[in-house]
């Protein structure tokens, strides 16, 4: 096995007055604000990209200002603001920049939309992110990033793969426009390419543990099926392993021995998701599996499952091609009127609120849990 070693994170150097020439001109600001308390580090991403492509449909600026304090990343000794640990503004305007401009009576603070601001008191029976996370409400003709089929009507494997390739080619052309990583974590993920990976042929496996819910977990054993065949054929061929599971890097390396690289990161071996383990700190926890997914991304091939981390390495490399575990693994909650999205039906917020109340949808997850649970061994 290939690590990386553990050093202390090299924060980066912030520029709180990123924007200050765009925001002279008094554009509109859509503020996007991170509300949901349970998400992980590529929920959130998601989350930030959509705000941003709402922001330009309604002709406003995107500002992504995650400061919550509850926020799993929140580090306060790299600064206030979780985005700009590790992305450039999407728009080129910092958080800090407009709170600066706002204090300074440079700039009018009624120009500042919030999300709540698109959403009529009677509808916020569901919260406006899961809105516009899910497609409900005014955000149901939304053409979003997604990339699982949440809620969406029972679809056979072939219209679920159609389904993949629309939202995957969808994330692709959003993240080329709006993802951009930081140089301080892209140096890091250089680094390991080239000590590690330059030269061979890589074979990506992004294997989900911990807290997975929403699909079936992929067993080792689904991977092992392709790999068996890829490695015997080459002797040089390596696996670069993401997971969050200390057991899947345990059987990994007891099959494929030094042939296995990962990078350092903090692992459960439970079901406790790593972000919520305090062994590390929030920025690394969140740096974590952002270099997990950027080394992903530079394989040469890819097995993922059905979680965002192996997606989100596909469209940070266009031309990366895939076997995708989740085609089979999908759980997909909800009768037809439950259909969030690319459905001639729409779901109202009540409807979706039936859903997620539904037995049906409790009886769905605790099987996704007990799968998971199983092939932890607890």
Known sequence: ??????????????????????????????????????????????????????????????????????????????????????????????????????????????????????????????????????????????????????????????????????????????????????????????????????????????????????????PPERYFEFLDEELSRDADTHVFLATDQRQFVESFQQRYGDRVLVYDCLRSDGDTAPFEMTERTPYTRGEEPLLDTLLLSRCNYLLKCAAAGGEFAMYLEPDLQCTDFALDSMVVWGGRRAAFLDQGERASATDAVRMACSRAYYRARGHCVSAGLRLLGL
């Open 1 to 218: 096995m290939t690590t990386s070693p553990n050093t202390t994170a090299q924060l980066p150097n912030r520029d709180e007055t990123a924007g200050f020439e765009i925001l002279g001109d008094q554009p509109d600001v859509f503020l996007i604000e991170n509300e949901d308390r349970g998400a992980g580090f590529w929920a959130q991403v998601t989350f930030a990209l959509n705000g941003a492509l709402f922001a330009e449909s309604k002709d406003l600026l995107p500002v992504v200002c995650f400061n919550e304090e509850w926020n799993p990343f929140h580090d306060a000794s790299t600064g206030p603001n979780v985005w700009d640990y590790y992305f450039e503004p999407p728009a080129g305007v910092t958080s800090d920049a407009l709170t600066q401009m706002i204090d300074s009576g440079d700039y009018d603070p009624r120009r500042v939309r919030r999300l709540r601001d698109f959403v009529s008191r009677r509808s916020r029976l569901v919260a406006p992110w899961v809105q516009l996370h899910y497609g409900l409400g005014p955000f149901r003709d939304f053409d979003r990033v997604a990339t699982f089929p949440f809620g969406r009507a029972p679809m056979s494997r072939d219209a679920l793969a159609v389904w993949m390739r629309d939202r995957r080619a969808r994330g692709r052309e959003v993240a080329g426009r709006f993802l951009s990583v930081k140089p301080h974590v892209l140096a890091k993920a250089d680094a390991f390419y080239e000590r590690c990976m330059a030269g061979r042929r890589v074979i990506g496996a992004h294997v989900r543990g911990s807290d997975f819910s929403y699909a079936f977990p992929t």
